[in-house]
């Protein structure tokens, strides 16, 4: 791997997260076009920002909390406005998987109590709220840089880093009328069927990074595009089956 190829990738916008603004949106939005219209009357008008505002929450709260940085387009402009969605009580920041199993199987069960609970009190803002960082959560654990640490992930570019060329665009998709189905009977089975899809798609992405930078190198997007789109509907789907579970069981009383 050539580093003149690859040096254009190192200047990328500041900060830089995992999947950037449009992708985050384009999987929550695919995930919502899934779900029954009953569920989605739940949310009322809470699904629009949800899409665009919501499953951003976890990258506004990292800028805002560590550099200081506030985006100028809608949405939160402290910490303080969003830090009961994105942080643990324990004080742990619920952002993506991180391959603690206890540690992860912690944030889905936070996540999915408070947006059962919203639900089934009928506070749909706070539910679509949670719920956004439930999907910034699985997308994070499914986008294909995360499947290895930083300097592994630095090894296989020869010390360049592709993280952000990586991860900075995904195309439009849908996911073709899929039906969602319950993850779980109830939230800890749940969690856990859900945790076990996450950490088997990072497999995926770890056996398809080597092919996935050697195009990132190549300014291949096409060939990038293929692995995005194979990763983003996957992360799509384990949220539609997410939401789809805790919108049944609210609806049930479960």
Request: charged share 25%; glycine share 6%.
């Amino acid at each position: 791997m050539r580093l003149p190829v690859c040096l254009a990738l190192l200047l990328v916008p500041w900060p830089s997260t995992a999947w950037d603004t449009a992708p985050h949106q384009r999987i929550t939005k695919a995930a919502l076009d899934t779900m029954p219209r009953r569920f989605l009357d739940r949310l009322g008008t809470e699904a629009t920002p949800l899409v665009e505002i919501y499953c951003i929450y976890p990258d506004r709260y990292e800028e805002m909390e560590h550099f200081g940085f506030v985006r100028k387009s809608p949405g939160p402009r402290t910490v303080a406005e969003i830090r009961q969605y994105c942080v643990r009580a324990d004080g742990r920041p619920v952002h993506g998987a991180t391959g603690d199993r206890d540690v992860d199987t912690g944030s889905l069960v936070f996540l999915f109590e408070r947006i059962l609970t919203n639900l089934s009190g009928n506070r749909p803002a706070e539910a679509a709220k949670y719920a956004g960082v439930l999907s910034h959560f699985i997308a994070d654990s499914h986008s294909p840089p995360h499947a290895v640490a930083p300097e592994e992930l630095l090894d296989l570019a020869e010390g360049v880093n592709v993280h952000s060329a990586i991860e900075r665009s995904l195309p439009e998709f849908t996911l073709r009328g899929r039906v969602p189905h319950e993850a779980g009977a109830h939230i800890l089975t749940a969690a856990g069927a859900i945790l076990e899809q996450l950490y088997a798609g990072a497999a995926q992405n770890r056996k398809n990074l080597p092919s996935i930078v050697k195009a990132a190198c190549g300014r291949d997007e096409r060939a990038m595009d293929v692995y995005r789109l194979r990763a983003g509907t996957r992360a799509a789907e384990i949220l539609a089956d997410a939401l789809y579970t805790l919108f049944h069981a609210a609806e049930t009383g479960q």
